[in-house]
């Protein structure tokens, strides 16, 4: 934004306090300009839905069937992805279909591969976007993994669960085909914004 936008948009806008716009009027046009500092941002946060993670010599195959859990927070929250296992036999490489839904109706996917390592560690995938996900209302998470390793899978996952100060509440999915439920199976986490 050069300084004529500036002056003729934002600093009249009222969205800025008055010290606020001062300062970014001498950004512009002192010389000896002092460093800035980089905005953070909120960072991600993760919602772990296990106790535990395990394998099993013939457990859970990725070969594409869907692994959902519906979920609803007790507050609202700006889900931006979901954390996924990977391989339980070394490296391998996953092609990974993501999406969020509300009553049937698709508010965010992402399709994307990601290579696994061989560890219990959590692959994260996200949308594009954050999506906002309001209080008390059930939303469906779900992953379709295709890749020709079996994976890790979680362990003891409560039906509640506090992450900081969100409250999420878990429970089966009609749409998981492939096992992933509640107390068990892909999808460990939900990454999400508060």
């Known amino acids: 934004m050069t300084l004529e936008e500036f002056a003729n ?3 009249q806008s009222d969205i800025l306090m008055l ?15 002092t460093p800035l500092t980089k905005r953070r941002g909120l960072a991600p ?3 772990h839905r296990f106790e535990s993670s395990a394998y099993r010599s013939n457990q ?3 070969w594409g069937r869907c692994n959902s859990i519906q979920f609803l927070v007790d507050r609202r929250v ?4 979901l954390g996924l296992y990977g391989s339980s036999s070394g490296k391998a490489e996953y092609s990974v279909k993501i999406e969020l839904k509300r009553l049937g109706v698709v508010l965010a996917q992402n399709l994307t591969r990601f290579m696994s390592n061989g ?3 959590t692959f994260p995938d996200r949308f594009e976007h954050p999506v906002q996900v309001e209080q008390d209302t059930f939303y469906t998470a779900s992953a379709m993994l295709d890749g020709s390793e079996l994976s890790y899978f979680g362990q003891e996952g409560p039906t509640e669960v506090q992450c900081k100060k969100v409250t999420f509440q878990f429970q089966c999915s009609s749409d998981s085909t492939n096992g992933t439920g509640v107390q068990g199976g892909q999808i460990p986490e939900l990454i999400f914004y508060a």
């Open 119 to 121: 560890s219990s560690s």
């Open 45 to 47: 946060q993760r919602c």
């Open 19 to 33: 010290e606020e716009t001062h300062n970014i009027f001498l950004w512009y046009t002192v010389a000896n300009k």
């Open 9 to 11: 948009g934002a600093a």
């Open 60 to 62: 859970w195959r990725n």
């Open 78 to 81: 700006f889900v931006a992805g």
